[in-house]
Antibody
Framework: QVQLQESGPGLVKPSETLSLTCTVS????????WSWIRQPPGKGLEWIGY???????NYNPSLKSRVTISLDTSKNQFSLKLTSVTAADTAVYYC?????????WGQGTLVTVSS | QSALTQPASVSGSLGQSITISCTGT?????????VSWYQQHPGKAPKLMIY???NRPSGVSNRFSGSKSGNTASLTISGLQAEDEADYYC???????????FGAGTKVTVL
C-alpha cells in the first residue's frame, strides 16, 4: 500500500519561496505520475501540477510561471517549489499519486503565507 | 482558470438517492472521459470515489455511481447513509492549457 507524507515549513513570508517535500513509502517513485494539489482554508481543490517518473512535468497554467516540481529517486521523494508567494497561496498542500485521477493522497500540510 | 459548475449543496433523507451534477464545456467534461469524483470529510484528505466517468475503485461502495451526458457529469449516491455526509468534488481533464480542473464542491447533507 503506497503511503505519502508531506513535509516542510508551515509558515512562509510573502514574496519568498514555498518548498515542500513528499516522501513515498510502500512503492517506488520510479513509476507513474506524482502530483501536488492544494486547498485554501474553507475552499475547493486546485490542481498544481505533476511530474512523470521520467522527468516530464505539466503545470496549472495559472501557476506555471511560479511552480517547479522535481523528483529525487534516490530518496523516493518529490518536491514542490512555489515562488513569490502571497496570502492567496495559503492552503493545505497535498501530494498525490497519479495524473488524471488520484487514489493515493498524503494527509496534507497547511502552509500559511504571512509576515 | 474557471472551475467546473457544481451545486453548492444537495440533501436527502436516509435511504434515498441523490445526484450531484458537474457541468463543464466541450473542452473538458464533454470532450473526454476523464472525469473523477472525490469525497472529503472535514479535516481529511479527499478520497477517490469514481474515475474515468463511471469506474469505481476497489473498496468503494457500489452505492456510488458515475455517468456523463454531453457537458455534464453526474455522481449518484443511492441508499443514502449518514457517513455519506461530506463534500464532493468533480474533476476533469481540460484541453486548453492541458490541465486538470476541479468543481467548486457540493456539500451533501443527510437529513
Amino acid at each position: 500500500q503506497v503511503q505519502l507524507q508531506e513535509s516542510g515549513p508551515g509558515l512562509v513570508k510573502p514574496s519568498e519561496t514555498l518548498s515542500l517535500t513528499c516522501t513515498v513509502s510502500g512503492g517506488s517513485i520510479s513509476s507513474d505520475y506524482w502530483s501536488w494539489i492544494r486547498q485554501p482554508p474553507g475552499k475547493g481543490l486546485e490542481w498544481i501540477g505533476y511530474i512523470y517518473y521520467g522527468g516530464s512535468t505539466n503545470y496549472n497554467p495559472s501557476l506555471k510561471s511560479r511552480v517547479t516540481i522535481s523528483l529525487d529517486t534516490s530518496k523516493n521523494q518529490f518536491s514542490l517549489k512555489l515562488t513569490s508567494v502571497t496570502a492567496a497561496d495559503t492552503a493545505v498542500y497535498y501530494c498525490t499519486r497519479g495524473a488524471g485521477w488520484w487514489a493515493y493522497w498524503g494527509q496534507g500540510t497547511l502552509v500559511t503565507v504571512s509576515s | 482558470q474557471s472551475a467546473l459548475t457544481q451545486p453548492a449543496s444537495v440533501s436527502g433523507s436516509l435511504g434515498q438517492s441523490i445526484t450531484i451534477s458537474c457541468t463543464g464545456t466541450s473542452s473538458d467534461v464533454g470532450g473526454y472521459n476523464y472525469v473523477s469524483w472525490y469525497q472529503q470529510h472535514p479535516g481529511k484528505a479527499p478520497k477517490l470515489m469514481i474515475y474515468d466517468v463511471s469506474n469505481r475503485p476497489s473498496g468503494v461502495s457500489n452505492r456510488f455511481s458515475g455517468s456523463k451526458s454531453g457537458n455534464t457529469a453526474s455522481l449518484t449516491i443511492s441508499g443514502l447513509q449518514a457517513e455519506d455526509e461530506a463534500d464532493y468534488y468533480c474533476n476533469s481533464y481540460r484541453s486548453s492549457g492541458t490541465s486538470y480542473v476541479f468543481g467548486a464542491g457540493t456539500k451533501v447533507t443527510v437529513l
